[in-house]
């Protein structure tokens, strides 16, 4: 069967499926897929395809007919998006070539329609496992969008996946939100955890830890008391990379507990104390953090070895005339 075939298969299929449902409409997804597959093997020709009435639960596509798949969606909503499967296509049919959907939508005006699945596909919605979203008509797909073909996509390891996927969710990010997964190489991996704590309720060495990977991702925290939003990326990286939530990042440096421990009456700027306090910690975060975090923060990844030089010059950038972090922070660098 050639692709103009099926397509007509298509038609006949979809047709039959929309009058069913405008006569009454169907009441849930189950009931339209298994009508789907009645009706395809109805209107199927071939007597070398075989329609398979018990699939595997998670089958992708749904459908297979032959080199061909359909994926079933359904709504009751008058919309014809919906979400789909997952980017990992764990289960893919393999005989299966090209996947098209065929959409039953039951609310509004009961209708059928069928699409291209590489079309269709418009959206990834980042959960714990990333899936697809489909839109019968959608003007641009995702795939366009990330400036790749579906069947190249779909060969990919799922690190080069996320690649992907990564830059097409910062291209959407809106000012001050930040991604709450990060995946870069085979291997490496993070969602947000689950647990959320609060910052107060740490022990001090996490307290510790935690504040030298934000200062070394965040430099612009050196930046004058009056400039706005300077603490935001270090709430949100606590929130969305630990679980941890800070009520005051303000306090994670210009606190006297953690600026002028001793309390004692030296006098100085408290962001330029509270640093120099954490320089080892800030050299170990420097060495063990995941690149990907850097390429997010700064823009680009930076050798380990090379990321307090990068952050010196960042933060004398930020500090403006105030003060000059490279010239009493990591001095033997």
């Known amino acids: 069967m050639t692709k103009e075939e099926f397509e007509d298969f298509l038609d006949e299929v979809t047709g039959r499926l929309r009058s069913e449902a405008l006569a009454a409409p169907f009441k849930n997804a189950q009931e339209f897929e298994n009508r789907v597959r009645i009706v395809v093997n109805e209107v199927v020709e071939d007597p070398d395809v075989t329609i398979d009435f018990h699939p595997h639960a998670q089958a992708f596509p749904d459908i297979a007919v032959g080199e061909f798949g359909i994926e079933v969606k359904f709504t009751t909503n008058d919309t014809w998006r919906s979400v789909a499967n997952s980017v990992l296509e764990t289960n893919r049919i393999d005989a299966v070539k090209t996947v098209y959907i065929v959409f039953g939508k039951m609310g509004g005006v009961p209708d059928v329609k069928w699409g291209e699945y590489e079309k269709s596909v418009m959206h990834v919605r980042t959960s714990h496992v ?5 839109e019968i008509g959608a003007p641009t797909s995702l795939f366009e969008q990330m400036g790749v073909v579906y069947d190249k996509f779909r060969h990919l390891p799922m690190h080069e996946k996320m690649q992907y996927i990564r830059e097409y969710a910062r291209k959407r990010l809106k000012g001050g939100e930040r991604l709450w997964w990060l995946e870069d190489a085979p291997g490496e991996e993070h969602t947000l955890p689950i647990q959320a704590r609060l910052y107060t309720e740490l022990d001090n060495a996490e307290k510790v830890r935690l504040r030298a990977e934000a ?13 706005k939003h300077k603490y935001d990326d270090i709430a949100l990286y606590l929130l969305t990379y630990h679980g941890v939530l800070c009520h005051q990042a ?4 210009s606190a006297g507990s953690v ?3 001793d309390n004692d009456d030296n006098g100085g700027l408290y962001i330029e104390r509270a640093l120099k306090l ?50 009493v922070l990591f001095l033997d660098e």
């Open 215 to 227: 200062v070394l991702l965040c430099p612009q925290i050196v930046q004058s008391g009056r400039a």
């Open 278 to 327: 954490i320089e080892n910690e800030l050299r170990n975060a420097a060495l063990r953090m995941d690149g990907a975090l850097f390429e997010e923060y700064w823009g680009k990844d930076v050798a380990p070895e090379d990321r307090i030089a990068e952050w010196l010059r960042r933060a004398d950038a930020a500090a403006g005339e105030r003060w000059k972090p490279s010239e």
């Open 250 to 253: 303000r306090d994670l440096f």
């Open 259 to 261: 600026a002028n421990p």
């Open 130 to 134: 990333p899936r697809f979203e489909v």
